[in-house]
């Protein structure tokens, strides 16, 4: 999951960087007037409501820093969100886990709030009862197969790792159909009176008719750029220079999402250094699609290949400082190396 900037945290905790938007406290004020409650009452539930969202994020936060991601969390109008600030890509397994690692935490306090005897002072009744509705009940409801909540992201981790159907076009078309019952089921209860309950029907039908508008009109760029993937090892086995721009160049005139234009920009790179033309592919890389940036390999094959020894240096030094790789290590060291040689070399003619 990724997100806005995590420059600004409002408060840290275990290490994580948290955000809290004006309209998380504004829609918990909402939701906690909607009985007409005294006004201790509506501050314990935004406190339970804040702490029972925040143990919720905590809970992705976790697992997802268990698996080598740098989690960072946000607490906004729809709810919270955790998202990765660095990390590398996950497993479909590991998906799944950190999905279902924040409603678990929800439904075991959830639980073991509801095992507490009935409370003498009924203040301190209400405030249990809330703690219950919050985690278990939102936690129980955060399972359903509706994206963009955890259930919805755990029955594409699901799909996925089947390997057998389209995760992302299975999952948006499973959120319509149980977005169009939850809705029926709303009706026949009476809860569709409810402008709470049609807000969030309402947001979650656009999210997923958006998604699925979206993913369909990109499917062909998947497809292409699973061609230049596969094609890549023979291109550079045979040295085709020339097959390595022409598929570029037209998947990248073809292109709709950046993710396939930035691919394709560094096959044509590639293509061009095969064809003697290192220049050309600095070039090129610098026309990334915006937000994007070349593999590590490709960006210093093409810096070596145009002979920018101290650009490659540069460059090196900046990803070890991002990233503690010993392969990245060895080739700054490598660089250096031979930087250092031809810095000594004697000139052409020289005595």
């Known amino acids: 999951m990724a997100l806005a900037d995590a420059d600004s945290p409002h408060f840290r905790i275990f290490g994580f960087p948290v955000r809290v938007r004006a309209s998380f406290l504004i829609l918990s004020l909402l939701l906690g007037m909607g009985g007409g409650t005294r006004p201790i009452a509506i501050a314990m539930w935004m406190v339970v409501v804040f702490a029972s969202v925040l143990a919720h994020e905590l809970g992705h936060?976790?697992?997802?820093?268990?698996?080598?991601?740098?989690?960072?969390?946000?607490?906004?109008?729809?709810?919270?969100?955790?998202?990765w600030v660095k990390g590398?890509?996950?497993?479909?397994?590991?998906?799944?886990?950190?999905?279902?690692?924040?409603?678990?935490?929800?439904?075991?306090?959830?639980?073991?709030?509801k095992?507490?005897?009935?409370?003498?002072?009924?203040?301190?009744?209400?405030?249990?009862?809330?703690?219950?509705?919050?985690?278990?009940?939102?936690?129980?409801?955060?399972l359903f197969p509706i994206l963009p909540l955890d259930g919805g992201n755990a029955l594409r981790s699901l799909i996925q790792m089947t390997k057998l159907l389209d995760a992302e076009l299975a999952v948006r078309i499973v959120s319509l159909l149980a977005l169009a019952g939850l809705g029926l089921l709303l009706l026949a209860a009476g809860g569709g009176r409810s402008i709470w309950n049609?807000?969030?029907?309402?947001?979650?039908?656009?999210?997923?008719?958006?998604?699925?508008?979206?993913?369909?009109?990109?499917r062909g760029d998947v497809k292409l750029e699973k061609g230049l993937v596969d094609a890549y090892p023979q291109w550079l086995a045979t040295r085709d220079g020339r097959g390595m721009i022409r598929a570029g160049t037209e998947a990248r005139r073809v292109a709709r999402t950046p993710h396939l234009a930035a691919y394709a920009t560094e096959v044509i790179a590639m293509g061009?250094?095969?064809e003697g033309d290192p220049r050309s592919a600095l070039a090129t890389l610098n026309a990334m699609p915006a937000g994007?940036?070349?593999?590590?390999?490709?960006?210093?094959?093409?810096?070596?290949?145009?002979?920018?020894?101290?650009?490659?240096?540069?460059?090196?030094?900046?990803q070890t400082k991002e990233t503690d790789d010993p392969d990245l290590r060895a080739k700054l060291a490598e660089v250096r190396r031979m930087r250092a040689a031809a810095e000594h070399a004697p000139v052409e003619g020289s005595a």
Not at 202 to 209: D, G, L, P, R, T
Request: charged fraction near 10%.
């Open 292 to 318: 994007f940036a070349p593999s590590v390999d490709v960006a210093l094959h093409v810096l070596m290949q145009a002979g920018e020894l101290g650009a490659a240096e540069d460059y090196l030094e900046r």
């Open 61 to 83: 936060a976790l697992m997802g820093k268990a698996f080598g991601l740098e989690p960072a969390i946000e607490l906004g109008g729809m709810g919270g969100l955790t998202y």
């Open 198 to 218: 049609l807000i969030l029907l309402a947001n979650f039908i656009m999210i997923n008719v958006q998604g699925l508008r979206s993913h369909m009109s990109t």
């Open 272 to 274: 061009q250094c095969l």
């Open 115 to 142: 095992l507490v005897p009935t409370l003498p002072n009924p203040l301190l009744d209400d405030l249990m009862t809330d703690i219950v509705w919050v985690n278990l009940g939102w936690g129980i409801f955060n």
């Open 88 to 113: 590398r890509n996950l497993t479909a397994g590991k998906s799944l886990l950190i999905s279902l690692a924040g409603p678990a935490v929800g439904i075991t306090v959830g639980i073991a709030a």
